[in-house]
């Protein structure tokens, strides 16, 4: 009963912690937080004058709203930045005028799940992330001896068992060690 | 009587009330700097140029400083390190943490920073330095020339403690 209760409890926040796992598994191949664009603009040369002059200029050229302006910062002799908001970037040369408009957008749900999964709200969450691994030490420890008879421990259940200790027992021992 | 459903009811509650008397989350608005709060958060020292660590970082070699600037850049995978630019123009320090320790969101680019921790300085071979400068060009998804570096150099950052992120761009 007490197996069955805490399944049902646990399974939503299984199922985030198992995708988000998958997800973060292959960081290298992807991201699984965030997704990137970027446009080639050219707005020409940029006039002569001080930074803020440069950025008037740019916001002008691509008709962006003054008020999501967050900063600028020249980067290179010719590389001017200029930050906006919702994680917008406009990059161009100074000399060209060409250059990019770099956009970012949050992946949603991932977003959200990596956050649970990987703990980086801190604070409460650790806590609940603790009791969680605790229910499912619980469901693991009771799943082995749910079953009696032939389907249980002394029956089928010890080989299963012990498959699933050789996996990480294996990879302990020829590949970590 | 259906005990399993107590249980299940017991559990969930126990779980809001908990939520209810704890802290939420580490990174917080901090009412003096209307910002949020990661790690330690900053103390109340006199402010290092980031373009003065810039120009001699052996001699802020194993020194704890704090830094103002704008971030101009976040990890993009990890979230692991933001770099802040202030000072003169290309003058940038990164600002790196431990993995998981502290998580800066891309969101925070063009946001004003303070930030504190200890300046690590580390030379580099030509071989390291071109090596540094592929992985930094391969995080930010730009190619790179390894021609374009031409001599070995001594190159910083700041192992940090803990970060203010404002609100408002530093432009606001």
Redesign the interface.
């Known amino acids: ?2 197996h ?3 399944g ?2 646990v399974a939503a926040l299984t199922l985030v912690y198992c995708i988000s796992g998958i997800a973060v598994n292959h ?1 290298e191949d992807w ?1 699984p ?2 997704q ?1 664009s970027q446009e080639e603009i050219n707005i020409g040369a940029l006039p002569e004058g001080s930074y803020p002059d440069m950025q008037r200029y740019v916001v002008k050229s691509l008709d962006i709203d003054p008020a999501s ?9 010719s590389q001017f ?1 200029v ?3 919702n ?1 917008e ?1 406009v990059s161009v040369d100074i000399h060209t005028g060409q250059g990019l408009f770099k956009q ?1 957008k ?1 992946r949603a749900l991932f977003y959200e799940m990596n ?1 649970l999964h ?8 650790t ?2 992330a603790d ?1 969680f691994a605790v229910l499912l030490i619980f469901l693991a420890i009771t799943g082995i001896f749910i079953m009696n008879g032939r389907q249980g421990l002394t029956g089928r259940g010890k080989w299963f068992l012990a498959a699933g200790l050789v996996v990480p027992v294996v990879f302990s021992w020829f590949v970590i060690a | 009587m259906l ?3 107590n ?2 009811f017991l ?2 509650l126990g ?1 809001f009330i ?2 209810s008397v ?6 917080e608005p901090a009412a003096k700097t209307g910002g949020q709060v990661y790690g330690a958060g900053v103390e109340n020292i006199e402010s290092v140029s980031i373009s003065a660590i810039a120009a001699d970082p052996e001699a802020y070699n194993g020194k704890t400083v704090r830094v103002e600037g ?1 971030v ?1 850049d976040v990890c ?4 692991c390190w933001i770099e802040l ?1 202030g000072g003169a ?2 003058a940038k320090a990164r600002f790196k943490v431990a993995d ?1 320790e502290m ?1 800066f969101p ?2 925070a ?4 920073a303070v930030a504190q921790g200890r300046v690590v300085t580390e030379t580099l071979s030509l071989e390291d330095a071109r090596a540094l400068e592929a992985h930094f060009a391969k995080e930010a ?1 730009r190619e790179f020339d390894p021609e374009s570096v031409t001599e070995g150099r001594t190159v910083f950052r700041i192992q940090g403690t803990g970060a203010v992120i404002g609100d ?5």
Request: proline fraction near 1%; hydrophobic fraction near 45%; charged fraction near 20%.
């Open positions: 009963m007490l069955r209760d805490i049902n409890f960081i991201n937080n965030y990137f302006v967050r900063g600028h910062f020249m980067e290179t002799d930045r930050f906006l908001d994680t970037e970012v949050t956050a990987l703990n980086n709200i801190k604070g409460a969450w806590w609940i009791i | 005990p399993g459903k249980l299940t559990i969930i779980l908990f939520l704890s802290e939420t989350i580490s990174a704008m101009t993009a995978k990890r979230g630019a123009s290309g998981g998580v891309m969101s680019k063009g946001r004003s998804g408002a761009g530093a432009d606001d």
